[in-house]
Structure formats: structure tokens, C-alpha cells
């Protein structure tokens, strides 16, 4: 299996400030034959369900501030929040696709 | 409105069966991926196993084959997630959530998710 890792478990931003998120896969999750690498990233908020924010890395789904991006390869990626907003605070997770699914254990971003 | 509607929370005895459902509308249930998640109180998501609907083909997480059995009804646009005999370690909130398709080829990330069904066992 590969399991996912996302540091920190927490963190608090100042309202505007940048937010990032790391995450780590226990082997490479990129595709040679399609170029692409199956990572996910999910917003969910207390009492919702996860909110797909994006997906092969760094493509954001449908009506996603263009706040939040994605980025990385091969092991190692990140969900930045270029300004924080008040509606932001959540619990991230990151997700891998490349086998059978596997979810990161979430960080909770709060403000500061 | 393409939308997955799970059916209602649920609290049952420990050892007593249960069944919930995930019924999905708005585009073709059948060709992708029906996943099921599990998130216990203050914790992650876990992801138990999924079907595809067209053929009935299951996958399982090894943490929970043999304790749930997945499956879904094309005709009816409906996923299920079932126990024989549930335990309180049960409890806890399950997503269905919906395999991502980019043309005939689906993958397992998933784009859109069911309002959640939360289930408590205790005697």
C-alpha cells in the first residue's frame, strides 16, 4: 500500500498570510505513461462532507478560488493558500490515487 | 443536478445488521467508481472499498474485507455498504463518494461526494 504523510498536523495563519500544507507519499505516485501524478487534495469543513478541491496535483476542480494551488512530483507536494481567508479554516487532506486509495491523516488549518 | 443522496442516520444494537445506500442522479451511476469512506469522530477518512456499478466489480481495504460487504444496483442507481453484525467500534460517520472519469477512463479520486450517514451502535 502507499500510505500518505502531511505535515504539520496543524497550523494558524494570519488573515491574508500564506498557507501550506506538505504531503508525502511512501513511493512515487507519477505516471510515466501519461505524465501525471495521482494526488488529491480535499477541504472539508465541520458537519460537510470533504470538498474535492484538486486533482492530478495541481489542477483545481471546478469553482476553486484560484487562491489554492498544488504542486509537486513524485513523492512530494503541496496545497499552498496564497491569502487566507476566514473561510478557509478546514481540515485538508491529501489523497493518492495511484493504487488503491489512501487518505493522509488531515491538517487542520485554523487563524491566527 | 448530478448529486449522491445517502439515506438517514441510523442506530442500531451491537450484533444487529444494518444496510445503508447511496443512490446517485444527474449522470450515468453505472459508469464510474462508487467509493465508500469512513470517518469516525474527530478523526481522518478511511477508505473502506468501492464497486463499479456497470459489473459489480468490488475492491476492499484489507482493514475492513470481511467485515462489510459492498455492492450496488445499476437499475436503481443505488451503491449499498452492509454489516451482519455490527460492533460499536462501528460508529461513526460513512461518505459515499464518486470515482473521477475523464473521458472512458475512471480513476480513484473522487469528485463528488454523498451528505454522509452517520451510524450509532450502542446497547
Known amino acids: 500500500d502507499i500510505v500518505m504523510t502531511q505535515s504539520p498536523n496543524s497550523l494558524a495563519v494570519s488573515l491574508g498570510e500564506r498557507a501550506t500544507i506538505n504531503c508525502k507519499s511512501s513511493?512515487?505516485?507519477?505516471?510515466?505513461?501519461?505524465?501525471?501524478?495521482?494526488l488529491a487534495w480535499y477541504q472539508q469543513k465541520p458537519g460537510q462532507p470533504p470538498r474535492p478541491l484538486i486533482y492530478?496535483?495541481?489542477i483545481r476542480e471546478s469553482g476553486v478560488p484560484d487562491r489554492f494551488s498544488g504542486s509537486g512530483s513524485g513523492t512530494a507536494f503541496t496545497l499552498t493558500i496564497s491569502s487566507v481567508q476566514a473561510e478557509d479554516v478546514a481540515v485538508y487532506y491529501c489523497?493518492?490515487?495511484?493504487?488503491?486509495?489512501?487518505f493522509g491523516q488531515g491538517t487542520r488549518l485554523d487563524i491566527k | 443536478e448530478v448529486q449522491l443522496v445517502q439515506s438517514g442516520a441510523e442506530m442500531k444494537k451491537p450484533g444487529e445488521s444494518l444496510r445503508i445506500s447511496c443512490t446517485g442522479s444527474?449522470?450515468?451511476?453505472?459508469?464510474?467508481?462508487i467509493a465508500w469512506v469512513r470517518q469516525m469522530p474527530g478523526k481522518g477518512l478511511e477508505w473502506m472499498g468501492f464497486?463499479?456499478?456497470?459489473?459489480?466489480?468490488?475492491r476492499y481495504s484489507p482493514s475492513f474485507e470481511g467485515r462489510v460487504t459492498i455492492s450496488g444496483d445499476k437499475s436503481i442507481n443505488t451503491a449499498y455498504l452492509q454489516w451482519s453484525s455490527l460492533r460499536a467500534s462501528d460508529s461513526a460517520m460513512y461518505y459515499c463518494?464518486?470515482?473521477?472519469?475523464?473521458?472512458?477512463?475512471?480513476?480513484?479520486?473522487?469528485?463528488?461526494w454523498g451528505q454522509g450517514t452517520l451510524v450509532t451502535v450502542s446497547s
Open positions: 489523497q493518492q490515487y495511484y493504487g488503491t486509495p489512501h
Open positions: 492530478w496535483a495541481s
Open positions: 463518494a464518486r470515482g473521477f472519469c475523464s473521458g472512458d477512463i475512471c480513476y480513484w479520486n473522487f469528485d463528488l
Open positions: 464497486v463499479y456499478p456497470h459489473d459489480s466489480d468490488t
Open positions: 444527474g449522470y450515468t451511476f453505472a459508469n464510474h467508481w
Open positions: 513511493q512515487s505516485i507519477f505516471y510515466s505513461s501519461n505524465n501525471k501524478n495521482y
